[in-house]
């Protein structure tokens, strides 16, 4: 069982520049947008449950009981499993966000230009 897994480039946080096919792909999700703009916003490491909490909030938010109109979970544990399930291996994967396993905190280690494209993004 992994205790730590944090998927980070050398150079330190902020430094990840990646493809703008790449940036596309993880900004079509309007679940990922939400994640990573909550997590960019925070500045720091934040709890899974807290950040499910956050989409679910904020898909709630739309009006809708179950999911808003883009598909994103309104119920906090849809959310979380969404998140644990689907877009954190794909942020991982790709080295925008680096996630502590041992204490369930994920963190925006992003970049520049996708930070550019989450505030153009709808």
């Known amino acids: ?13 902020g430094d990840l ?13 309007p679940a990922r947008r939400r994640m990573l703009r909550q997590l960019r916003n925070a500045g720091e490491p934040m709890p899974v449950d807290d950040l499910a909490a956050a989409v679910a909030a904020s898909a709630a938010d739309a009006g809708s009981p179950d999911a808003d ?3 994103v979970p309104t119920d906090r544990r849809r ?25 369930g905190t994920v963190e925006f280690v992003g970049g520049p230009g996708l930070t550019a494209r989450l505030d153009e993004e709808p």
């Open 79 to 103: 959310a979380r499993a969404d998140i644990y399930q689907h877009h954190l291996p794909r942020l991982m994967e790709t080295g925008v966000v680096a996630f502590d396993s041992r204490l």
């Open 69 to 71: 109109e883009d598909g």
């Open 1 to 13: 069982m992994a205790t730590h897994t944090v998927n980070r480039r050398s150079g330190g946080e």
């Open 17 to 29: 520049e990646l493809p703008a096919d790449v940036v596309d792909s993880l900004l079509a999700s």
